[in-house]
């Protein structure tokens, strides 16, 4: 569960005093994520690959991110969609959501903890750039991306319903423990279920035994007899040259 | 490797002269599943789960087959899309596409087998009701359904580019061993290639041997460390009643 990225050392030395942000209190709020958010959302997508070991095949760029969840034409949740979990010592304002395509951003302000000690190293370099939509959010002072999930419709073609696939789901280290990953799963699965969705499916690292548990308390299904493969780079090329 | 269907022992009894259909020459095509396919493809479906121990929790049916594959306002490969596999004694016309966002059928006429014996208990129930687009193949004599693949558009926030999730691929038992599978793999395969695509990712039973042994053949990555989790039914309908 340890980082080894160097960005995290680099980034110690002079921001020691926003550590101090949050005394006692921590609100949050999920929300979907907008082209403002690429450079954070990269930032995370990238620690989320040094985490599970996977630098090496990890070719995301801020433009394929953009590309990739920005320049569909289907409203969100109907192609990869990305939410954002935002954190700040202050209570975020409610918003006022008609709409059922889109996503009603999930708000719980002033969790109290007896001991909230957090020591953010990067607290600056995750400001949230997000200022509300048209809203005048613009000085938008003490909030910042803590955390992501990736969904995409998927269908398996065992259920009536499609469903919609949980990619990754990415909650940064000094905010773990706080039950930000159980916000962010219950985020997608009740868009899922609120979309007439029949279900939610995502796949866990066999090492991860603390999220293991926390799904099977969950009441998740565990499918026991499947094992993951992909084909990319040269041997996906080479189908495309190839006639038999 | 058995089925265990019931269906195939009822419709074993007046079907004795359709196995002489091939006499040693088979050929094969795969082409892009339109509506009128629904009953064999949701015949496929059905077999499929009954293959893979997931009766019990199998929902879908001919509508919601329709509903999830051909409602889509996407193109083919932009939603969840079915390509059918069709065999006959007879081999297929050559078609003429141009576009670049169908499928151009991939067409094998005359494999050679020495030893061909099929014994299809099913073959007039898979008869093909597919006539082509606007052609005139409307008395499509000897034309049969023989398996099928379901893919939809997948994105993992790893690589900077989209895949195609390959959600299920079957042949019909008397058609193993003949290398359709790897024909509807590379049909996969070759169309995520054209379409710019990174990858081509999808779940092995890990039973499977003869199939883990040719997807690794094919210079498939297995991801060893991951294992699948589904939330649906009560405990997905749940987090639509839940607020926290």
Request: overall charge negative; glycine content about 6%.
């Amino acid at each position: 569960m340890e980082y080894s990225t160097s960005s995290l050392i680099n980034s110690f030395q002079h921001k020691e005093e926003h550590t101090t942000l949050f005394n006692h209190q921590i609100s949050a709020r999920i929300r979907l994520a907008t082209e403002l958010d690429v450079p954070n959302l990269h930032k995370l997508v990238t620690q989320m690959a040094e985490y599970h070991g996977l630098s090496q095949i990890f070719t995301t760029t801020e433009t394929s991110l953009y590309n990739n969840l920005f320049k569909s034409p289907n409203p969100p949740f109907h192609s990869p969609t990305a939410l954002i979990l935002e954190i700040s010592p202050n209570p975020f304002p409610q918003t006022n959501h008609t709409t059922t395509t889109n996503f009603v951003p999930i708000i719980k302000n002033n969790y109290n903890f007896d001991n909230l000690e957090i020591l953010d190293h990067e607290l600056e370099t995750y400001r949230s750039k997000f200022n509300g939509h048209g809203h005048d959010n613009s000085n938008n002072c003490d909030v910042y991306v803590a955390g992501h999930v990736l969904v995409y419709p998927s269908y398996n073609g065992l259920f009536e319903k499609p469903g919609l696939f949980l990619d990754q789901m990415f909650v940064r280290k000094c905010y773990r423990g706080m039950k930000f990953g159980k916000l962010l799963f219950s985020a997608v699965a009740m868009q899922a279920e609120k979309m007439g969705m029949g279900m939610v499916d995502w796949l866990v690292a066999n090492w991860n035994e603390e999220t293991i548990n926390f799904y099977e308390k969950m009441g998740a299904h565990y499918i026991p007899d499947y094992r993951l493969y992909t084909l990319y780079g040269d041997q996906l090329q080479a189908f495309g040259k190839k006639s038999d």
